[in-house]
């Protein structure tokens, strides 16, 4: 979000086209709302800049719901690199009891893609709620419907010799106890995506109601093994459990920490990491991290802003239409300042003011060659702190952060994108309210 | 018990416009209006007092939605914008502006209502009437074996939204994009009396570049990614050739049909109502399979087990495809949309498509139907960064698409960049005062009257000028062909020279560089003075301005004689009955037309073999013709039947001239010379009318009666 808002800077022609437009005053003058939420959004992710770990605790006043969320890219001490292809669950003891039984053996699956449960319906079908199911005598001895449907779809599973159930949905406890005396296992709340690489790699064919199961359904080619015990005392049992098969594109990368809030932190983490890799070989180049880019940007402009000057001097003024386009550039330089005195500021290694005066030093350095300055890299990353030391990788190599290109450079055209949108805005229009009440406020104009 | 209130007498306003408060909401309506004109203008953020959506916008049909006011003249003017826009869907805020303006224009010149009307009616009536006229200087008629006027008229309706945010290259992409389509709904080669247009289906996608938009002939269906085909057997079954094609509305989910009043009873050991329905479906499906039907399609949901064993029989479905789908669907398929599943689908309503693929769109999987024979439909994908802008971008594609349409019944188009406005202004000072006193007295007003009504109504129209100006430039207008000049706020004029004007005029058609006539300096004045009247000069198209008026592409000329020659050869098939003698001479043009056009292009000349292949047919046929003459009528009859191919051939020649937009382009950016603007001359003209009937309708109200129980 602070990329959104603070940097407000291409050497594009268009900035300076909607930037000539306004005068300077009126660009202060203007606060309406987006403008002024983008300002109080800027204010909060100055902290989440760089790579200190600042951790942030929202919470939800009227649920009382709370989480935790930080940006950094130090996911690597929490994964664990055993893991394994194919697709990890967490099972209770008895079912990990049956995989026992089941290793070294290839087994087969089913996949419903649905609840499997007597009671549920596909999606966009409307129960009727006005048919009574009315019978004429007491029958005691002949079983209910939900009795029937767990027999019909037990014989099923029985006569296909399937060993695994993968359901999306939810699985009806009792049918699933049923289950586990006939030495199947069933898996609950297994993703979609999970499902249809299963249906690839096996040839089964997912079906909504466990009722359609027929032969031609069922996959075969499933290992099963058990791939590490969690469960400890006083704790719930719970095995993780390995589900892989042939040629499947499936990866499971367990997560783990022993603060429970941390989980969803930790997961949130490890995918901008795994995008970020993403990026960088899609793009098949990097950006310089820490800094550097918008160091070597803010030097670009300053040339340009002062060759720009000189040019002009020299033809003696008359170029109408680029009168503030000097100022715009100036502003753009500023945004980028900003952002790496943040950086500096948030790795706790100086204050903004110092941080301003060694951006400052480190420009005039920059005159002539364009070097990577080590130094100044090391300044940014966290130097104090305790980690580091004991990362091998960081203290090994000084200096070398990178960015993605193509996600940077989309993030300054968004932010370029929603500047534009908000100074170009000139009117808030409030629909919908009673002209009475509003008569006291002077700043609001009826229509 | 009754409750009886006291009825309130109703509120009668006398003179409303008089009132404080009345002009006060006209002026902030006219601001607001006036400050969002334009490609410069700027954006309205638009929401709810409650915290509902945000919408950021400068167009018209969007802002006028949101601007409802408690004043019923503003609310009448409102309801005549909107009316105006539901019928030509350009020139909404054009509308606004001159209306009010005219009507503030009118109370300050001080003149009774009544003078005003008959006034403002004479002089529409002198606009209307020089804007219909031939050699009226600010109309360009379009030429539609060019692409360049559409796409310049197509550029200055997208240009004129800046919520778009678009850079130069995208505009220019967008607008040959919009054109593409709007070429490929127009069906070729059809010589009945009505010709149906055919429509463009909108997918829109968040998130991509606006250079990733593009466009299909035929329909783009979403698919969720679960339903794609994924085994063997079905990617195979999607190889070509026509498949037929099912269509139902009706949900196909198995839920029971309303039972009305009232509950349904079950008995046990009677069978289960959801099993029966469910049997039927199964028994649609066999029929279905049966009838080798190869896509199934459902507006809304299919049970999962009817999905199941219709996959099974290699059937491709597709459900939930909304009510939008359905039209083209039915369009361009011919199938008939299904509304029962109890009953055996009738033969003929299955559809054909020709191709059915998997095409990646973005970040989305979609299918790919293409159609059978050639009915004019395509899908235009939009893409944009983010939500707010990629909806500005569809509502304008939208408009000009709307637009275009318009051209195909009016050919022409008028000069925008308020150049139209002040010619017109120009136009009429020059015709108003020439003739003042016997105009005046013919109307029975006096001259001092009709000299000050001109002066309100040309004022009024070259506010609309003056409305696309916004960051404190100056506009100019010069005293030759009186277009629009502007100069920006910061730029010191030095008129007396004309050194340092802009290089065109706002238009783009008139250039500093060319002298108005020999030895005749080009002057300026500025827009809001008065000037002495002159007659405007139409722009006179001299040769040495011929890369800017007259298209510059040969390749399209020549297309655009071919498709004119294509209409009298359907013709002339016509007397090939009658007469078979000049039969003979009629098909030797053909070949002769034929040749320069192997010559000038490099795509056509797939096309134009064929072409030519044909009328080596034709002229073979026709020699056994002309040696016996006996079974004259029998033999004719293959002739004719030939010469309908020959005609048919020549369609995906024209059809050709749809991608010759793309190769158009280029040539265009070539040119030195600014982009012209256009605006559509019929929603123009009928907003010109609008715009003064209100006004004279408001001007007219004495009193408003307002019942205020």
Redesign the interface.
């Known amino acids: 979000m602070y990329e959104m808002t603070k940097r407000i800077s291409l050497t594009n022609g ?1 900035v300076v086209k909607v930037f ?2 306004m005068e300077g005053s009126i660009i202060n003058q203007r606060c ?3 403008l002024q939420e983008l300002t109080a959004m800027g204010a909060v992710a100055h902290s989440f800049l760089g790579p200190n770990i600042k951790h942030k605790f929202i919470q939800d006043e009227s649920t009382g719901e709370s989480f935790l969320v930080c940006t950094c890219f130090r996911v690597v001490d929490h994964i664990d690199l055993a893991s394994s292809i194919g697709c990890v669950v967490l099972l209770s003891a008895e079912q990990a009891s049956l995989v026992h039984h089941m290793k070294e053996r290839s087994c087969k699956v089913v996949l419903i ?2 609840d499997l449960s007597e009671k549920y319906c ?5 129960k ?1 709620t ?7 005598k007491l ?1 005691l001895k002949s079983l209910s419907k939900g009795e029937v449907w767990e027999e019909k779809v037990l014989t099923t599973l029985l006569n296909n010799n399937v060993n695994l159930v993968l359901v999306s949905g939810e699985a009806s406890e009792r049918f699933t106890q049923r289950c586990v005396g006939h030495c199947i296992v069933v898996v609950e709340r297994v993703k ?1 995506a999970i499902l ?1 690489d299963f ?2 790699t096996t040839g089964a ?5 466990a009722t ?1 199961l027929s032969k ?1 359904c069922v996959g075969i080619g499933v290992d099963i093994s058990v791939w590490r015990d969690f469960s400890g005392n006083g704790r719930r049992a719970s095995i993780a459990v390995n589900i892989a098969t042939d040629h499947s594109a499936l990866v499971t990368v367990v997560l783990s920490s022993n603060v429970q809030a941390k989980l969803q932190a930790l997961e949130d983490q490890f995918w901008s990491c795994a995008y970020r890799l993403h990026h960088a070989l899609k793009d098949k180049k990097l950006l310089r991290g820490a800094g550097m880019t918008e160091l070597l940007c803010i030097h670009h402009l300053q040339k340009h802003i002062e060759g720009r000057g000189q040019k002009t001097r020299g033809q003696g003024g008359a170029c ?2 680029n ?1 503030h386009r000097d100022y715009v550039l100036h502003l753009m330089v500023e945004g980028w300042m900003d952002y790496i005195a943040t950086l500096m500021l948030n790795s706790g290694t100086c204050s903004k003011v110092s941080a301003w005066t060694t951006i400052n030093q480190h420009l005039r350095d920059l005159n002539g060659e364009l070097s990577v300055d080590a130094v100044f890299s090391r300044m940014v990353l966290r130097d104090d702190n305790e980690n580091c030391v004991n990362s091998p990788e960081i203290r090994l190599s000084p200096g070398r952060v990178y960015d993605n290109i193509n996600v940077k450079l989309e993030a300054w ?2 932010a370029l ?2 500047v ?2 908000v100074l ?10 009673d ?1 009475k009440q509003v008569d006291s406020q002077s700043h609001v ?3 | 018990m009754f409750r009886l209130s006291k009825k309130i007498p109703s509120v009668c306003t006398d003179d409303p416009l008089s009132k404080n408060e009345v002009s006060r ?1 006209m002026t ?2 006219r601001q ?1 209006l006036i ?1 969002s004109f334009g490609p ?1 203008g ?9 915290g509902g959506p ?1 919408l ?1 916008t400068s167009t018209s049909s969007s ?1 006028l939605q ?6 019923p003249l ?1 609310k009448l003017i409102n309801a005549s914008i909107l009316n105006h826009l539901s019928r030509f869907s350009d020139c909404g805020l054009y509308v606004g502006i001159l209306c009010l303006s005219l009507i503030s224009n009118v109370q300050r010149s001080g003149l009774r209502p009544s003078v005003a009307i008959s006034l403002n009616q004479y002089l529409l009536g002198l606009c209307t009437s020089y804007l219909k006229q031939e050699d009226c200087g600010c109309k360009v008629n379009i030429d539609f074996g060019s692409s360049q006027n559409l796409v310049t008229l197509a550029r200055s309706v997208i240009s004129s939204k ?2 778009c ?1 678009l ?1 130069e290259k995208e505009q220019r992409h967008i607008s040959t994009l919009v054109v593409h389509a709007f070429l490929l709904t127009v069906p070729f080669g059809d010589t009945s009396e009505t010709v149906r247009l055919g429509r463009i289906v909108r997918v829109c996608i968040e998130g991509q570049s606006v250079l990733d938009s593009a466009v299909f002939q035929g329909l783009l269906v979403d698919a969720p ?2 339903l794609l085909p ?1 085994t063997g057997v079905e990617r195979t079954r999607l190889g070509s050739g026509p498949f037929r094609l099912a269509l139902f509305t009706v ?1 196909l ?4 049909s309303v ?1 009305g009043d ?7 050991g009677s069978p289960d ?1 959801e099993d029966i329905v469910l049997d039927q479906l199964l028994r649609l499906g066999e029929q279905v399979v049966r009838d080798q039907v190869d896509v199934f399609m459902c507006q ?2 299919i ?3 009817l999905q ?1 064993f219709l ?2 029989n290699g059937v491709l479905v597709v459900e ?1 495809l909304g009510v939008a789908l359905i039209e083209p669907i039915v369009q361009m398929t011919g199938a008939q949309a299904v509304a029962v599943y109890q009953t055996p689908v009738p033969p003929e309503a299955y559809g054909q498509v020709k191709e059915v693929c998997v095409r990646k769109v973005g970040l989305k999987e979609m299918l790919h139907l293409m159609p059978c024979g050639e009915p004019a439909l395509c899908t235009m994908v939009i893409s944009h ?2 939500e ?2 990629l909806n500005e971008l569809k509502s304008a594609c939208q408009k000009v698409e709307y637009v275009l349409r318009l051209t195909l019944r009016d050919p022409a188009a008028l000069l925008g960049g308020g150049c139209t406005e002040t010619h017109l202004a120009a136009y009429c000072r020059s015709k108003g005062s020439n003739g003042a006193a016997q105009t005046a007295s013919s109307m029975a007003v006096s001259q001092s009257e009709f000299l000050l009504g001109l002066n309100a109504f040309c004022l009024s129209l070259e506010a609309v000028s003056l409305a696309l100006e ?2 404190g430039g100056a506009s100019f207008i010069d005293l030759t062909h009186a277009h629009c000049w502007s100069v ?1 706020s ?2 010191v004029p030095q008129w007396g020279e004309g050194v340092d004007a802009p290089d065109t005029c706002r238009c783009g058609l008139v250039e500093r560089s060319t002298q108005p006539a020999q030895g005749v300096k080009r002057e300026w004045t500025l827009l809001n003075t008065r000037y002495p009247p002159f007659i405007p000069a139409s722009w006179v198209q001299d040769s040495s301005s011929v890369p800017l008026v007259k298209d510059t592409n040969p390749l399209v000329k020549d297309t655009s004689h071919l498709v004119k020659d294509t209409n009298p050869l359907v013709e002339d098939t016509s007397h090939l009955v009658k007469d078979t003698n000049p039969l003979v001479k009629d098909t030797y043009p053909l070949v002769k037309d034929t040749n320069p056009l192997v010559k000038d292009t490099n795509p056509l000349v797939k096309d134009t073999t064929h072409l030519v292949m044909d009328t080596t047919h034709l002229v073979k046929d026709t020699i056994p013709l002309v040696k016996d003459t006996t079974p004259l009528v029998k033999d004719t009859n293959p002739l004719v039947k030939d010469t309908t191919l020959l005609v048919k051939d020549t369609n995906p020649l024209v059809k050709d001239t749809s991608h010759l937009v793309k190769e158009t382009t280029p040539l265009v950016e070539d040119n030195t010379y600014k982009p012209r603007v256009l605006d559509s001359f019929t929603a123009k003209l009928n907003a010109l009318q609008v715009a003064v009937e209100t006004a004279n309708l408001i001007l007219d109200i004495r009193y408003i009666i307002q019942d205020v129980n």
């Open positions: 268009e000539k437009e309406h709302t987006g893609n649905g596909h999606l966009g079908f409307n009727p006005d048919v009574r199911y009315v019978a004429d029958d979609p249809k249906a690839d064919v997912p079906v909504t109601y359609q031609r109408f239409g009168v055209r968004k994108d929603l534009f949108l170009q805005t000139d009117t808030e229009i409030i629909t919908g309210i002209p104009l009826v229509l | 909401k902030l309506m607001i400050s410069n700027r954006l309205k953020q638009v929401h709810n007092n409650v945000v950021t802002l949101a601007l409802r006011s408690t004043d503003l800046p919520a945010v850079t990614d679960m994924s949900s989910s198995g839920d029971l039972l009232g509950s349904l009873e079950v008995h046990r109502p809304r949901v049970h999962p087990v199941h996959r099974r939930r960064r983010n707010t802008m916004h960051d920006p910061d730029w």
